[in-house]
């Protein structure tokens, strides 16, 4: 067990006592929720550290919503083959219902569970712990939750960050603000981080020792069928010679912004098809409704298309905006693009995922805001296959509507170049196990 401060046990007792206090809030919280998704609150127990079917001995991977699961399916799958059994934990329903889907099989066989993640409570977090006796954990992406962290160095699990950033602001914050936060990183067993820049400001928080791994989301497989089934909508939308751009991942407080940016576009390029994905399932309607309040003439995914995106019926001839308001299907609707702008970014919440546009060659647009990606936001800028875009639809449409921009080639070249990091990560994990 790591060493503790003074001022770092004091906050554990002040995080603790929070929790207590702030329990029924977020029980509330998870009830509201549930009123749109039903999910939330379906196997409550497990967020208390219930563990039904524990699988010890599992290497434990956190990947708290969809975008960091689908990250961590190429490493789960690597351990898997050689023999590894995998306990998947999440904190949203999209996480745990791709979890389940992408591990059916290794689930069925008793090889791979998926369960929420406990509360962040001493108490529930050692449940967890002593129920599911994990061989090692992996957190993905920022999941930094510090009672997790101290249970696990208590107990003797090895926790190390996985795939792992640590933000701009978030690293600024635990600098002037919430420095015990920070201190308790330095609990973690080690962390694999995705660049030189994360590195040290890891370092700078005490944990140790450090890997620069890349980043996982270069490696993770692309789905076929949808990319095949992304293409075969675009022909059926009768918008094989038209432009097509993707807006992916579109968060609130971007959609007005984002529906003047398209009228803009259409008034340059009448004939430009746009497809609109929403982040978050619980956005689907009110976006509906913006971009029909903007005069677009909106065809949903849901209502129009059937399994692996095929026509229910004969589509309209006028479509401006296919708004996918579906899960799981982002690969069909980045196939479909010529130009992809990722959201996030047009406020200060952050870019999201800009390399599966990468992975099919596709050229990338973001807002001003991309601290959430620094890396590999920084070496796509440099390589010329990302650009920022300010938060004005006249701008964003005349980026758009360019003639020039970077060539698919280009694009896949970047992506190759960054590809690697499942090996690396799995050489950093067994070095660090081989030294306990």
């Known amino acids: 067990m790591k060493p503790r401060g003074t001022g770092l046990t004091l906050f554990f007792v002040a995080y603790s006592a929070a929790w207590a206090i702030l329990l029924p809030v977020m029980l509330i919280y998870l009830m509201r929720r549930a009123r749109k998704d039903p999910r939330y609150t379906?196997?409550?127990?497990?967020?208390?550290?219930?563990?039904?079917?524990?699988l010890p001995g599992a290497v434990w991977?956190?990947?708290?919503?969809?975008?960091?699961?689908?990250?961590?399916?190429?490493?789960?799958?690597?351990?898997?083959a050689r023999g590894e059994a995998v306990h998947i934990t999440c904190l949203t329903p999209a996480g745990r219902a791709e979890a389940e889907t992408t591990l059916a099989t290794e689930i069925a066989a008793g090889r791979a569970v998926v369960t929420w993640l406990?509360?962040?409570?001493?108490?529930?977090?050692?449940?967890?712990?002593?129920?599911?006796?994990?061989?090692?954990?992996?957190?993905?992406?920022?999941?930094?939750?510090?009672?997790?962290?101290?249970?696990?160095?208590?107990?003797?699990?090895?926790?190390?960050?996985?795939?792992?950033?640590?933000?701009?602001?978030?690293?600024?914050?635990?600098?002037?603000?919430?420095?015990?936060?920070?201190?308790?990183?330095g609990l973690l067993a080690g962390a694999m981080v995705k660049s030189d820049?994360?590195?040290?400001?890891?370092?700078?928080?005490?944990?140790?020792?450090?890997?620069?791994?890349g980043e996982l989301r270069f490696d993770q497989p692309v789905p076929d069928r949808l990319v095949q089934a992304g293409r075969a909508l675009r022909?059926?939308?009768?918008?094989?010679?038209?432009?097509?751009?993707?807006?992916?991942?579109?968060?609130?407080?971007e959609d007005d912004l984002l529906a003047g940016a398209i009228r803009e576009i259409r008034a340059r390029r009448p004939d430009t098809l746009v497809v609109y994905v929403p982040r978050a399932p619980e956005r689907f309607d009110t976006v509906a409704d913006i971009l029909q309040a903007a005069d677009l003439k909106v065809l949903r995914r849901s209502a129009a298309l059937g399994p692996d995106l095929a026509p229910r019926s004969a589509l309209p001839g006028d479509v401006q905006v296919l708004l996918g308001d579906s899960?799981?299907?982002?690969?069909?609707?980045?196939?479909?693009?010529?130009?992809?702008?990722?959201?996030?970014?047009?406020?200060?919440?952050?870019a999201h995922n800009i390399s599966e546009a990468f992975a099919l060659g596709k050229p990338v647009w973001v807002?001003?805001?991309?601290?959430?990606?620094?890396?590999?936001?920084?070496?796509?800028?440099?390589?010329?296959?990302?650009?920022?875009?300010?938060?004005?639809?006249?701008?964003?449409?005349?980026?758009?509507?360019a003639a020039d921009g970077p060539t698919p080639a280009e694009v896949r070249d970047f992506f190759a170049a960054h590809q690697g990091a499942l090996g690396r990560t799995l050489a950093a994990f067994d070095s660090e196990m081989?030294?306990?």
């Open 367 to 401: 807002g001003e805001h991309i601290w959430t990606i620094a890396y590999p936001a920084q070496e796509a800028l440099a390589a010329g296959v990302l650009q920022i875009l300010p938060a004005d639809p006249g701008a964003i449409a005349t980026a758009l509507c």
């Open 118 to 185: 406990p509360l962040d409570m001493g108490w529930t977090c050692r449940r967890f712990l002593r129920a599911a006796r994990p061989k090692a954990g992996l957190l993905m992406e920022m999941e930094f939750w510090p009672r997790l962290i101290e249970s696990a160095d208590r107990l003797g699990v090895p926790l190390f960050a996985c795939n792992a950033q640590y933000p701009e602001k978030t690293f600024a914050r635990d600098t002037r603000i919430t420095r015990p936060l920070g201190q308790a990183m």
């Open 434 to 436: 081989a030294r306990r």
């Open 42 to 54: 379906r196997h409550l127990s497990e967020r208390f550290g219930v563990v039904p079917a524990p």
């Open 235 to 253: 022909a059926r939308l009768g918008a094989t010679d038209r432009p097509v751009i993707t807006i992916a991942s579109a968060i609130a407080g």
């Open 327 to 350: 899960m799981g299907e982002m690969y069909a609707y980045l196939a479909m693009a010529d130009r992809v702008i990722v959201g996030g970014g047009f406020v200060p919440k952050g």
């Open 197 to 213: 820049l994360h590195k040290h400001r890891f370092a700078a928080r005490g944990t140790a020792p450090l890997h620069v791994t």
């Open 61 to 80: 991977i956190h990947a708290v919503s969809l975008g960091e699961f689908r990250s961590a399916v190429p490493l789960a799958q690597a351990l898997l």
